[in-house]
Structure formats: C-alpha cells, structure tokens
C-alpha cells in the first residue's frame, strides 16, 4: 500500500505566503506525477497544480504566478509553494500521486486526508 502524509496548511492573511507538502511512502516502484487540487465549501475538487517526475507542470490559470510547485522525486515528495495568497485560494488541499506499485506498469492514483488553507480577508 502507499500512504500519503500532507502537511503546512493553516491560516494567512490575503497577500501572504504558505507552503504545502505531501510525501508518499509505502510499495513504490515508481512516481509518475503529483499534484495538488482543492476543494472550496460547496464546490467541486479542482486540480490546482500538478508536475510529473520529469518536471512538467500544470497549472489552473487563476494561480499562475502565484503557486509553484516542485517535487523530489528521490523523497517522493511535492511541494506547493503558494505566494499573493487570496481569498478565494480558501480551501481544503488534496495531494494526489500516480505511480506504479511494481514492474508491470499499473497505473494506480492515491489521495492524502487533505489540509486546510485558510485566507482571510
């Protein structure tokens, strides 16, 4: 199995700055992509960032310029750094990974519990 463990949520202000993280850990034979999507109240989950292991990204179009994210691939980890914080940015944060568990190249997705970014106004 394979287990996710997201951390660096919490509260800013609007114009702040915060960074997420979620490592995978567990049967990975090999990491695809990771990516980050949030879930506002009463919305849908939204993709919000995503790279794969060779460090192509992904971005939805209102957080261009403002988030970044990066991975390491030999920690299995990705980060989101998020900067010009808004309030709409509110959210909780999923970390997603794709990976294959052995060598007969199954793709399989799994998800973090998620954390929470708050913004306030």
């Known amino acids: 199995q394979v287990q996710l463990e997201e951390s660096g949520g919490g509260l800013v202000q609007a114009g702040g700055s915060l960074r997420v993280s979620c490592g995978a850990s567990g049967t990975i034979f090999r990491l695809n992509s990771m990516g980050w999507y949030r879930q506002a109240p009463g919305k849908q989950r939204e993709l919000v960032a995503s790279?794969?292991?060779?460090?192509?990204?992904n971005y939805e179009d209102s957080v261009k310029g403002r988030f970044t994210i990066s991975i390491d691939v030999a920690k299995n980890t990705v980060y989101l750094q998020m900067s010009s914080l808004k309030y709409e940015d509110t959210g909780v944060y999923y970390c997603?990974?794709?990976?294959?568990?052995?060598?007969?190249?199954?793709?399989?997705?799994?998800w973090g519990q998620g954390t929470q970014v708050t913004v306030s106004s």
């Open positions: 790279i794969t292991s060779g460090g192509s990204t």
């Open positions: 997603k990974v794709n990976l294959w568990r052995d060598w007969s190249g199954t793709s399989e997705d799994y």
